[in-house]
């Protein structure tokens, strides 16, 4: 029996669909909600410090299970291997409904007003893909107030004179100050430099029907067992659900957007929870899937008029992905720095994402996440063996008396940085998977490795007896900040979708996530993603109501 035709099919349960589809369904559409994971809360998923914490040596707690999911990755020398999603160089997203905001830091940061200039500021950049963005910070302000007030962000700005302007202050205070901010903080200042507490997307007290952060240690990377931390599955899902015009689909896996014989879209094919295939029509696709999988879906979109994939006209869906080039430094000290307050991270300066000589951008630097015994091993030394005496006599002294400072090097976008869809292997449904190839512009290096040294002054300054750098690799970069394979521009040869995010070739189809971002920010990009989202559907909506629904 055919599935009843709706308005609109929203891919993907993330920061983008989760915003989409709360918006279409209350402006009336109906709307189908499909996600390839699972519908966790927070009794599923047990504090397991070996399958989360963003450890995935045991697989991932949230999803893609390794068995269905593999993808290709080429390295700088081409080889190629099959990588599962507990294995690096996945670029690994959850899987579950609210994607990555279900266990993400909740880091709520606007992007830089030079964010959206980066070639107009700094010029072309050899060997780079560099580009403006066809939208102004100012075109997103609005919508990044809407985010920041309707799903909830605390914290407080007010001391980092490099933020760009904004109409309302956030909605909710930070957390008090934990041990690392107290240790950090006078020492910024002593360098002159502006420390702020960090914008969450988190509740300091309670809001919006939610309670407050209870401070535990298990923080990013597992599910916040008193809802405190904001992500689309507890805010604007339910509030598109609640309209009665939303349906939610979980463990549904689309393998293609199905197109008509004059170019348009149609509805999707999908695999249901009994792996049986699906057919939903529609009058709107928006792909919400994440930079890598939206990308793969649209080159799995072959048809007559688009035997290359959906969007793909000039071979620009793929291109240009970008995730974070994280660097920083580590610093022990002689007493304890550690009191076991999540979450962690709550100091951070914006000094360095601008203005730095010879370096295009920069990086926000931050104090980490609060780390669990199995992370800190991550963060040793060179120098500390991996097991043994020695080992354990450096976690028992080093634990509780260290401090990371690192940050998100915003990377200058390369052509051949890349998604495509691998021509051998296939997924648990016969779907091309994803194959990702590339690297880094040697630019992105030189910047990673100037922020490094910051952040050692930093931790110098605070009273750090011994310090290391936390250097980047030149591998391709995506994981959760992944970014830029389906990017906004005006015009068609050199972008996917226009600045409304809707797909140059086709005029019902649109692409809402990181995908879309021309560059990425020296930030967690999630806050971006939101009013960028809320930006897209208040556009839709407009044009849906101006044309009768015939967008």
């Keep these: 029996m055919a599935l009843k035709h709706v308005n609109a099919v929203v891919v993907g349960s993330g920061a983008g669909g989760g915003v989409v589809a709360k918006e279409l369904a209350t402006a009336g559409l109906s709307v189908v909600l499909l996600e390839r994971g699972k519908s966790y809360s927070a009794a599923d998923c047990r504090k397991d410090d070996l399958r989360n914490q963003r450890t995935t040596v045991l697989g991932n707690a949230f999803g893609p299970d390794d068995e269905r999911n593999p993808r290709v990755l080429v390295d700088e020398k081409g080889r190629e291997r099959i990588v599962l999603a507990s294995e690096g160089g996945y670029s690994n997203n959850a899987a579950c409904v609210g994607g990555g905001t279900f266990s993400y830091g909740a880091m709520a940061w606007r992007f830089m007003e030079q964010d959206f200039r980066m070639k107009s500021i700094y010029g072309a950049v050899e060997g780079s893909t560099l580009e403006d963005w066809p939208i102004t910070y100012f075109d997103l302000e609005p919508y990044y107030e809407k985010a920041e007030w309707e799903m909830g962000v605390s914290g407080d700005d007010s001391g980092n004179p490099f933020k760009a302007p904004r109409r309302k202050p956030l909605p909710m205070p930070p957390l008090p100050p934990n041990r690392e901010f107290e240790i950090l903080e006078p020492a910024a200042k002593r360098l002159g430099l502006h420390p702020f507490h960090i914008p969450m997307l988190r509740n300091s007290v309670p809001y919006n029907g939610r309670g407050a952060c209870m401070r535990c240690r298990?923080?990013?990377?597992?599910?916040?067992?008193?809802?405190?931390?904001?992500?689309?599955?507890?805010?604007?899902?339910?509030?598109?659900?609640?309209?009665?015009?939303?349906?939610?689909?979980?463990?549904?896996?689309?393998?293609?957007?199905?197109?008509?014989?004059?170019?348009?879209?149609?509805?999707?094919?999908?695999?249901?929870?009994?792996?049986?295939?699906?057919?939903?029509?529609?009058d709107l696709i928006i792909i919400c899937c994440g930079a890598i999988e939206s990308a793969r879906l649209l080159l799995n979109s072959k048809s007559k008029l688009f035997p290359n994939g959906l969007g793909n006209r000039y071979d620009w869906v793929g291109r240009n992905l970008q995730g974070?080039?994280?660097?920083?430094?580590?610093?022990?000290?002689?007493?304890?720095?550690?009191?076991?307050?999540?979450?962690?991270?709550?100091?951070?300066?914006?000094?360095?994402?601008?203005?730095?000589?010879?370096?295009?951008?920069?990086?926000?630097?931050?104090?980490?996440?609060?780390?669990?015994?199995?992370?800190?091993?991550?963060?040793?030394?060179?120098?500390?063996?991996?097991?043994?005496?020695?080992?354990?006599?450096?976690?028992?002294?080093?634990?509780?008396?260290?401090?990371?400072?690192?940050?998100?090097?915003?990377?200058i976008p390369i052509f051949d940085a890349r998604v495509q869809v691998d021509p051998k292997v296939k997924d648990h449904w016969g779907i091309p998977v994803a194959r990702l190839s590339g690297g880094k512009h040697p630019h992105t290096m030189e910047i990673a490795h100037a922020m490094t040294q910051k952040a050692e002054a930093w931790l110098k300054e605070a009273g750090a007896r011994r310090t290391w750098r936390r250097q980047p690799s030149p591998g391709l970069s995506g994981g959760q900040h992944q970014a830029g394979t389906c990017r906004m521009g005006n015009d068609p040869k050199t972008s996917v979708v226009d600045k409304y995010c809707r797909i140059h070739d086709v005029d019902n189809v649109y692409v809402v996530d990181g995908g879309v971002h021309v560059t990425n920010g020296g930030f967690n990009p999630v806050l971006t993603i939101l009013a960028i989202a809320y930006y897209a559907s208040d556009n839709l909506i407009k044009t849906w109501k101006n044309t009768k629904g015939r967008v």
């Design 218 to 282: 298990w923080c990013v990377g597992f599910a916040c067992e008193v809802d405190a931390r904001t992500g689309t599955h507890n805010s604007v899902i339910p509030m598109a659900l609640a309209t009665g015009n939303c349906e939610l689909r979980t463990e549904c896996m689309v393998s293609e957007v199905m197109v008509d014989d004059h170019g348009r879209a149609r509805g999707v094919v999908y695999f249901d929870e009994n792996d049986r295939r699906q057919e939903q029509t529609a």
């Design 324 to 411: 974070h080039t994280y660097s920083g430094a580590v610093g022990l000290f002689d007493f304890d720095t550690y009191d076991d307050v999540g979450p962690g991270a709550q100091i951070a300066i914006c000094d360095y994402n601008h203005g730095n000589p010879g370096l295009v951008g920069g990086a926000m630097l931050a104090n980490e996440f609060i780390r669990l015994p199995y992370h800190v091993v991550n963060y040793a030394p060179a120098y500390v063996p991996s097991w043994g005496l020695a080992h354990k006599e450096w976690m028992r002294n080093a634990f509780k008396r260290t401090i990371v400072v690192i940050g998100p090097t915003q990377e």
